[in-house]
């Protein structure tokens, strides 16, 4: 039986050894940082606050009169002035809470600006790239679009994705994320899209590693009596 287990625990560590560091390290790393940290919260600076008396000229039936059809509105700012978020067909439209006009979607500018006045750090920005639906970004996966993703300059920099519709910070990207990211991957072995965490090859080396224990426990009487035979 000992001679079985200590081929089998010999056999299947030289299969699961390797992942095992690897998932020590990826862990370590993921609990070491906070996940505030990791999500970038650190970048944004706390949003302006609106006057003691701020002008609301709009009042909420009248925004819903502008938008037929529409299941929900919300009373939120945007860039200091106030707006209604109205839900029309599974989509958002801005409204004015002075004039009444429905804003348009955000110009690349305008993201710009929304980014600018986000970060905490005077950063210049790289590039601002539009997001559509069917727009692949494996940093934000398949969620709202579409976005505008303002990129700053720097190694160190942050990346905002900024919804379109809303003019609301989405996402935040810096690099410790993406090496989270892939440590992520590492660690629940989906290499795709690091979603699956029940995939068959983790559920495959976690059984590995199970029985590798195993036969490990069943090893260690006999190596505590020649440890002791040895200190004797």
Not at 145 to 162: D, M, N, Q, S, T
Request: proline share 4%; net charge neutral.
């Amino acid at each position: 039986m000992r001679r079985f287990a200590r081929r089998l625990h010999g056999y299947l560590m030289l299969v699961v050894g390797g992942q095992m560091l690897l998932w020590a390290l990826s862990g370590l790393y993921m609990v070491w940082f906070d996940i505030h940290y990791i999500h970038g919260d650190h970048f944004l600076k706390a949003p302006s606050k609106l006057s003691s008396s701020p002008r609301l000229d709009i009042g909420f039936e009248d925004a819903l009169s502008r938008v037929p059809g529409a299941t929900s509105i919300v009373l939120t700012t945007l860039r200091g002035e106030l707006v209604y978020q109205v839900m029309q067909e599974g989509k958002f439209i801005l409204v004015s809470g002075l004039s009444g006009d429905i804003l348009k979607p955000l110009s690349d500018k305008q993201a710009a600006a929304i980014a600018i006045s986000r970060v905490n750090q005077p950063y210049d920005v790289e590039t601002v790239t539009l997001l559509r639906t069917t727009d692949e970004d494996t940093a934000v996966g398949a969620g709202v679009r579409p976005l505008w993703r303002v990129e700053f300059k720097g190694l160190f920099a942050p990346i905002l994705y900024i919804s379109q519709d809303l003019g609301t910070v989405e996402y935040i990207r810096h690099a410790p994320w993406y090496v989270f990211d892939w440590l992520w991957r590492i660690h629940i072995m989906d290499y795709q899209d690091g979603e699956d965490i029940s995939n068959a090859l983790l559920v495959s080396m976690t059984a590995a590693g199970l029985f590798a224990c195993l036969a490990g426990l069943i090893l260690l009487p006999r190596s505590w009596s020649v440890l002791r035979k040895v200190i004797d």
